[in-house]
């Protein structure tokens, strides 16, 4: 039951830490499945060799309707970002650039435009316990308007249509992340202005930035 979402929540788990942004049983994964019911990582899992038959099915209260294991202690978190958004898959995970900065600033400033597929300047909600009403508050306070935020002392959160694009956004605010610490460390960062900033979501949309097309297709080239 449900075996297309939880494969895909194995699967994504399994990645994000070969691709080093989760370590042990740091971080969680999740996927709407429909119906008000989400796949869900388990509590205590190691990511890295999670499998399909691991991961837990919870309805919108978080009780388990499916499945063997207790969902991860952060499953509030999921599911406050699913009630307040258009969310297919959230990931949070402790990726070290991303951590480091949760831990250092209040906020990543747009200094790169591809941080716009992300929706600017990166917030970092408020440290609060893990695991607690107020840090699902938090970080779906830092979400509005966004695909990603930091989570103060703690670590990054994103979502996505689905766990690809869920994922996709983890790599890009880890990189992000890693692009600000850099240019931190040479000097003061020169940030995108907001004229700037339209100008690239003007062009992205005229020339459809990121979509594969053919070779004569040209509708929208300038």
């Known amino acids: ?36 019911l989400f796949a869900v990582t388990p509590t205590g899992a190691s990511l890295a060799t999670l499998e399909a038959e691991q991961v837990c099915v919870v309805d919108a209260t978080a009780r388990v309707v499916h499945g063997e294991l207790q969902p991860t202690s952060e499953v509030d978190l999921h599911l406050g970002i699913y009630q307040r958004y258009d969310a297919g898959a959230v990931v949070h995970t402790h990726a070290p650039m991303s951590t480091t900065l949760a831990c250092s600033v209040d906020e990543v400033p747009c200094i790169h435009y591809q941080m716009l597929s992300l929706g600017g300047a990166i917030r970092v909600a408020p440290y ?22 930091l989570m103060g002392n703690h670590g990054a959160v994103t979502y996505g249509n689905d766990l690809d694009a869920a994922v996709e956004a983890t790599q890009l605010l880890e990189w992000a992340c890693g692009v600000y610490w850099r240019a931190h460390l040479m000097g003061t960062p020169r940030i995108l202005t907001e004229e700037q900033q339209l100008a690239v979501i003007t062009a992205a949309i005229e020339r459809r930035y990121g979509a594969v097309r053919a070779v004569d297709d040209t509708e929208g080239e300038r």
């Open 128 to 149: 609060h316990t893990f695991g607690t009403p107020e840090l699902a508050q938090a970080v779906a306070d830092a979400l509005e308007g966004r695909r990603a935020a």
């Open 1 to 36: 039951m449900f075996d297309a979402e939880r494969t895909a929540v194995a699967t994504a788990s399994r990645r994000l830490a070969a691709e080093g942004l989760v370590a042990g049983t740091a971080g969680n994964l999740s996927a709407r499945c429909g119906d008000g």
